[in-house]
């Protein structure tokens, strides 16, 4: 049962432009979201992080947004660079857990 | 300073051999953690060793699983009988504290496991 969900498996966008990705929770004791990166042949790198009582939180060309009543978050990344291609997880643990539920991941392709 | 390492990178086995990988966490860090990637999926969690603590292994999919962290260090996960199932990239990550404060996870490259 994936408690933390990223429906779109691949996203392409051209450098320059603006890159989404989408994530969505179903256990409402999540209280602090992660955003991870992963290139191949490589551990996951932690990349942006949100606690529950904002709703916003942005470094650099990155941003996370979390909608807490529809159990939803989003990282945008600004302008999307080539170096952006890799896998991205999102991530998703409760105040009183030290363990992270992950998506499935997204692979974002920046084209030049 | 170094990372996390694991090894090997890359394990091909029959089905039911045993086979061990390993962790090496991040010199200091006192909690480590498993996790697990089939295709397709998120990363699962095994099991996670805090300190001198009992460790959580409330992840471990089967009693073919088992896991130990000698000396607050070094950690083997170890599956037994191996099956096709098994086939998946494992993952271990290391973080200076654990407990319920976040510390970041710092994550290994990965063990590719494919039985066949």
């Known amino acids: 049962d994936q408690q933390v969900k990223q429906n779109s498996p691949s996203l392409s966008v051209q450098e320059g432009r603006i890159s989404i990705l989408n994530c969505d929770y179903t256990?409402?004791?999540?209280?602090?979201f992660l955003w991870y990166k992963k290139y191949p042949a490589e551990g996951p790198t932690f990349l942006i992080s949100?606690?529950?009582?904002?709703d916003k939180n942005e470094d650099g060309r990155f941003t996370v947004f979390l909608n807490k009543s529809a159990k939803h978050l989003s990282l945008h990344i600004v302008p999307s660079q080539p170096g952006d291609s890799a896998v991205y997880f999102c991530?998703?643990?409760?105040?009183?857990?030290?363990?992270?539920?992950f998506g499935a991941g997204t692979t974002v392709t920046v084209r030049a | 300073g170094a990372g996390v390492s694991q090894s090997p990178s890359n394990k091909v086995t029959e089905k039911g051999k045993d086979v061990e990988l390993r962790c090496d966490p991040i010199?200091?860090?006192?909690?480590l953690y498993w996790y697990r990637q089939s295709l397709g999926q998120g990363l699962e969690f095994l099991i996670y060793?805090?300190?001198?603590?009992?460790?959580?292994k409330s992840g471990l999919p089967s009693d073919r699983f088992s896991a130990e962290r000698t000396g607050g260090s070094v950690s083997t996960l170890t599956i037994q009988r191996t099956q096709q199932e098994d086939s998946a990239v494992y993952l271990c990550?290391?973080?200076?504290?654990?407990?319920?404060?976040?510390?970041?996870?710092?994550f290994g490259p990965g063990t590719r496991l494919t039985v066949l």
């Open positions: 990550a290391s973080s200076l504290l654990g407990g319920i404060s976040y510390n970041e996870q710092f």
């Open positions: 256990n409402s004791m999540f209280d602090y």
């Open positions: 949100i606690s529950s009582i904002k």
């Open positions: 991530a998703a643990r409760g105040s009183n857990d030290y363990k992270l539920s």
């Open positions: 010199s200091g860090h006192t909690a």
């Open positions: 060793f805090q300190g001198n603590s009992a460790p959580d």
